[in-house]
């Protein structure tokens, strides 16, 4: 027999016919005539209580059934509940252990109730990620994943629906796109006897490309060439970057959706950001709505409220410039840890003070061209590029972006300029001497995204298996 999901047993209204449910037990209880098992199959953040007449079944059985963890399969009638907090419940007429759990030893297994109100306790978080193999069978985990989920099919949906099209970039590459030389390097060469060219330093030429290569740390260069043929387009894949940052809200291998839009300048730029960022929150108020509200009564009870804020209201737009000067006159009052000043990169201390001085998320753009990347487009005062850089509470900066410099001249200037070597970007170079023509995008961090959307304030915790500095367990 073919079993129903939780999900769908529990919006049912054809009730007293016979089902067959399949999943881990959460927790039980009973008592000498009746056992009542939680069962969860990551359907959804509810369990469907299982009721066990202690008669019919063997007390062992009833036991494994019973045990925190345990897959088991179960077969009955699906009636209306009798209890409060649930529609709908099984009364198990066969019951089959799928797979056994010690309780002694399961690792999540739960540690009681927390005494003042009564809320089941929620294992640290610091040490689920230790259980990373474990961790998608609790309610936490299974809420945020399903959010992942539904956020990458709102990211598809959202430029689908606009005519965009969908672009694989390549893994491996042989530029730095960021120009931040932060890169984990791809080889097959042999460490332990690597060949040397007449110079004395390694002779890449025998290695598996011929040249060096590594993982990529953005798929825009390649996506700029694509849009430069088919107008719009998106990539929406893993990136990678050797940055020795141990902080909440880095990882060594992150996705990233980058679009790409031929005649957009930077204000479409940025109305294309801001559109999407307010569609992809009111995706997730839209389908994700029992499982923000578990993260909201669990963790952080002004989620879905700072969640709906952000759908409500306009970005404020601001120039780097104007953000430096309230900054260096805040900074006078009451200083920062970090001076403000202009041509400095923003903090994070101050990228947090300007979303609380305005009360929500802000757009600064127009950054000085020496702390941006090569690609940016110059604009006419020398000093500026182009860029734009969306700060959100919580998370900080979400998206990068910019106009890109599309006048060879001015381009080729500054790939010299900052010693780049011209040979890993001829091709680059050479889409702006064939039909060039003005166009933007932007990257936004999937990850920061679900930050934000979860309130989780780890970003370890909205990743499955986060590759971070001296972790790439699992
Ligand atoms: O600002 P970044 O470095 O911009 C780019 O890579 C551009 N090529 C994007 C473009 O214009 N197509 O990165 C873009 C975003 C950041 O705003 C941040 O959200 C995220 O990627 N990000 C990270 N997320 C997690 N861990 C890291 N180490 C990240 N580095 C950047
Ligand atoms: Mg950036």
Not at 145 to 151: D, P, S, T, V
Not at 209 to 220: A, D, H, I, R, Y
Not at 341 to 353: A, I, P, R, S, T
Request: glycine share 8%; proline share 4%.
């Amino acid at each position: 027999m073919i079993h129903t999901k939780v999900t769908e047993l529990l919006q049912s209204a054809e009730l007293d016919r016979e089902v067959t449910v399949k999943g881990w037990v959460r927790s039980a209880r009973g008592n000498k005539y009746v056992q009542f098992i939680h069962v969860n199959d990551g359907s959804t953040i509810r369990n469907i209580q299982v009721v066990a007449d202690t008669n019919k079944f063997d007390e062992t059985l009833l036991k494994r059934a019973g045990a925190t963890g345990a897959c088991i399969s179960v077969t009955g009638l699906l009636v209306a509940s009798q209890g409060k907090g649930q529609s709908s419940e099984i009364q198990a007429a066969s019951i089959e252990i799928l797979g056994d759990c010690d309780a002694e030893t399961y690792p999540l297994q739960k540690r009681g109730q927390d005494s003042k109100d009564k809320k089941p306790v929620t294992l640290p978080l610091e040490f689920l990620r230790e259980k990373a193999h474990l961790r998608p069978r609790t309610n936490t985990f299974g809420a945020v994943l399903r959010i992942r989920h539904h956020m990458s099919f709102g990211i598809h949906r959202f430029f689908n629906d606009r005519g965009f099209f969908n672009l694989h970039t390549p893994i491996i590459t042989g530029s730095d796109a960021e120009g931040a030389g932060e890169m984990f390097r791809v080889t097959t060469l042999d460490l332990h006897n690597l060949p040397k060219n007449e110079a004395g330093g390694i002779n890449f030429e025998q290695d598996f490309f011929g040249k060096e290569t590594n993982l990529t740390v953005s798929g825009q260069l390649e996506g700029e060439l694509a849009a430069l043929g088919l107008g719009l387009i998106y990539t929406f894949g893993p990136t990678f970057r050797a940055e020795n940052s141990n902080t909440p809200r880095h990882l060594a291998e992150f996705w990233m959706i980058e679009p790409e839009m031929a005649f957009y300048d930077i204000n479409d730029n940025m109305n294309l950001a801001e559109e999407m960022l307010k569609y992809l929150v009111q995706y997730a108020l839209d389908h994700c709505a029992d499982d923000l509200q578990f993260l909201n009564d669990t963790y952080d009870d002004k989620l879905i409220a700072r969640l709906q804020s952000v759908v409500g209201k306009p970005f404020t737009r601001i120039t780097y410039t104007d953000a430096v000067d309230i900054l260096i006159a805040t900074h006078a009052q009451k200083p920062f840890e970090f001076e403000p000043g202009w041509g400095k990169d923003l903090q994070k201390e101050h990228e947090n003070y300007l979303v609380e001085h305005f009360g929500g998320p802000v757009i600064v753009i127009n950054y000085p061209k020496a702390i941006k990347a090569f690609y940016m487009k110059q604009n006419p005062d020398g000093n500026t590029v182009r860029a734009m850089d969306i700060l959100f509470p919580w998370i900080g900066e979400i998206i990068g972006g910019s106009q890109r410099e599309d006048n060879y001249e001015l381009l080729h200037a500054r790939v010299k300029e900052q010693g780049i070597p011209e040979e890993s970007l001829w091709w680059y170079l050479e889409t702006r001497q064939f039909g060039s023509c003005p166009h933007s995008g932007f990257g936004l961090g999937f990850e920061r995204l679900l930050l934000f959307v979860t309130g989780m304030t780890n970003i370890r915790d909205v990743i499955p298996f986060p590759r971070t500095p001296k972790n790439a367990e699992f």
